[in-house]
């Protein structure tokens, strides 16, 4: 058995796709597939079960997949620890990122793991929270920021920061409650009530989004429920439609002033209560991270309070 036929399989396994995994590894489906033919040969087990959509593993399969996980991550970490013996650290991170702060974030956490660990790889990947969790328990994120994640015994988080959440209206055309009222606070900025927002038409992301879950949890706390206007999955989309005067959205404002443009919107702060969004820091804990790995997440920490600071 080699690695390299043991990476293929897993590619092939986690995308369930011979075509996807082929693009993945930039190498041709034929040898692609010739490679876990060979697998197969050596362990005289089936491990996929071929159809017209892709493929599904079989027992022995999945088995393996388990076992390779392992395998190649015991690998990973041996070739990081013989590196440190001529003061180097290689080895490679995956690091996934929400869209509400790709922009923010991607520039200055590149900068950082270049200066600190200049031998090692870095790749960045953009989804949102619940994606995101799935790709870390399945080994394709190793690291991930995540919005609002309920427990889980897989995954191991570290609270970064709390974000609070505004509520996001098109320009000019500010939504009235049945009150009527404005609420501007000590500093002029306009407020509403969690109570009255649900009489505002929302476009939200889909369910189990960590948005749409948060804002349906606080607002059965007090018992009321949102108004679905629209479900989309991208907040970028959400912010365009919002503009375009479909309906409001509850997002942070770091999210309106990197994926919108500002001056398309009124933003209003959202009270009794405060509606505040939890970031936190995510790893496997079926994948124990490596030196690399390691080192990089106390560079996030403190890039994530540096940003903080300036925003």
């Not at 491990?47 to 990973?76: C, P, S, W, Y």
């Not at 919107?265 to 959202?270: A, D, S, V, Y």
């Amino acid at each position: 058995m080699e690695l390299k036929q043991l990476e293929y399989f897993i590619h092939v396994a986690e995308s369930a796709s011979f075509t996807r995994a082929s693009i993945e590894l930039d190498i041709a489906q034929p040898a692609l597939s010739r490679q876990v033919r060979l697998l197969e040969i050596e362990l005289q087990q089936h491990l996929f079960i071929r159809n017209g959509r892709g493929v599904t593993m079989t027992d022995a399969g999945k088995l393996l997949l388990e076992h390779g996980r392992g395998i190649l991550h015991q690998v990973a970490r041996t070739r990081e620890e013989l590196s440190r013996t001529n003061g180097t650290l290689v080895g490679r991170v995956a690091l996934g990122i929400p869209p509400s702060l790709m922009k923010s974030l991607a520039v200055p956490l590149t900068r950082a793991f270049r200066q600190h660990l200049p031998h090692a790889s870095l790749t960045i990947s953009e989804g949102l929270s619940v994606t995101m969790q799935e790709l870390l328990a399945s080994g394709r994120l190793d690291i991930a920021l995540l919005y609002n994640i309920a427990p889980s015994p897989e995954i191991e988080t570290t609270p970064l920061i709390e974000e609070e959440m505004f509520l996001i209206e098109p320009m000019g055309q500010k939504v009235k409650t049945s009150a009527h009222l404005s609420h501007p606070t000590s500093r002029g900025v306009d407020t509403v009530s969690l109570k009255e927002l649900a009489e505002v038409p929302l476009i939200v992301p889909c369910r189990p989004n960590s948005i749409r879950m948060l804002i349906e949890s606080e607002m059965a706390n007090i018992g009321c429920r949102p108004k679905i206007a629209l479900e989309i999955d991208s907040v970028s989309a959400i912010l365009a439609l919002v503009a375009d005067g479909q309906g409001s959205a509850i997002l942070t404002r770091n999210a309106a002033n990197s994926l919108g443009d500002p001056r398309l919107f009124t933003i209003r702060q959202i009270t009794s209560p405060l509606l505040k969004s939890k970031l936190m820091l995510a790893t496997c804990i079926r994948h124990p991270t490596t030196l690399v790995q390691q080192r990089f997440i106390a560079v996030i920490q403190k890039e994530i309070v540096a940003w903080l600071n300036t925003d």
